[in-house]
């Protein structure tokens, strides 16, 4: 079945270290998306890609870093410079920008203790 | 003031009860996603809409474009229908999602 993996799950970070977030597709999608969700605000855009080795900074991009060199392909990390880490992660891909609608993964929790 | 606003941000029903949830936008649009988030945190995709109404179901989606108002309902609600349910408009400007805060929808039997 297509779908979109992400891993892991739950993810804890000590504060000072980068993590990467894992995001796979099987979709043949040429677009791929990561958004931040805090509690209580919507999905903001982190950064976003539409075609494999490039990508463009969303709204919060900022201590966030990402790469696209396979199209099944959009790791994000999250670097030390990122002031406020702690949220719900996903990862998101679509055809065409969208046009067809989008397939979500089922996301990562990051806490940084 | 945000460009995607739903309404109410939650909801308690009785399992049977007619639900509708609301969603308002501020921007110029090219869709509209209705999606549904479970406790664990996966979206998925309900409805894309641009005009009219679809269902799926006991789930049916209105957009009004004129207005910018959409509405989702559910029929015949049941407690496996709690979940959070967002909207979302795609930008016709830079054709990106824009997003509501989402309804948080509990179901009792």
């Known amino acids: 079945d297509g779908g979109i993996t992400q891993s892991p799950k739950y993810l804890f970070r000590k504060e000072g270290q980068n993590v990467t977030l894992s995001c796979e597709q099987n979709?043949?999608?040429?677009?791929m998306y990561w958004y931040r969700q805090d509690p209580g605000q919507g999905l903001r855009l982190i950064y976003y890609s539409q075609i494999v080795n490039d990508f463009q900074k969303g709204d919060i991009a900022e201590g966030y870093s990402v790469s696209r060199e396979k199209k099944e392909s959009f790791p994000l990390t999250v670097t030390s410079a990122q002031k406020n880490p702690t949220a719900f992660y996903l990862c998101?891909?679509?055809?065409?920008?969208?046009?067809?609608?989008?397939?979500f993964g089922s996301g990562t929790r990051l806490t940084v203790v | 003031k945000n460009e995607v606003e739903q309404s109410p941000q939650n909801l308690t029903a009785q399992e049977g009860e007619f639900i509708t949830i609301n969603c308002s936008y501020s921007?110029?649009?090219?869709?509209l996603h209705w999606l549904q988030q479970h406790p664990g945190g996966g979206i998925v995709s309900l409805f894309m809409l641009s005009s009219g109404k679809k269902k799926h179901g006991r789930l049916i989606a209105t957009i009004n474009i004129q207005e910018k108002h959409s509405s989702l309902h559910i029929t015949a609600s049941h407690p496996r229908d709690s979940a959070v349910y967002i909207c979302a408009v795609r930008s016709s400007s830079n054709y990106q999602l824009i997003w509501g805060a989402g309804t948080k929808l509990i179901i009792k039997p």
């Open positions: 979709l043949n999608h040429d677009a």
């Open positions: 998101a891909s679509s055809e065409q920008g969208g046009i067809y609608g989008y397939t």
């Open positions: 921007v110029g649009i090219s869709a």
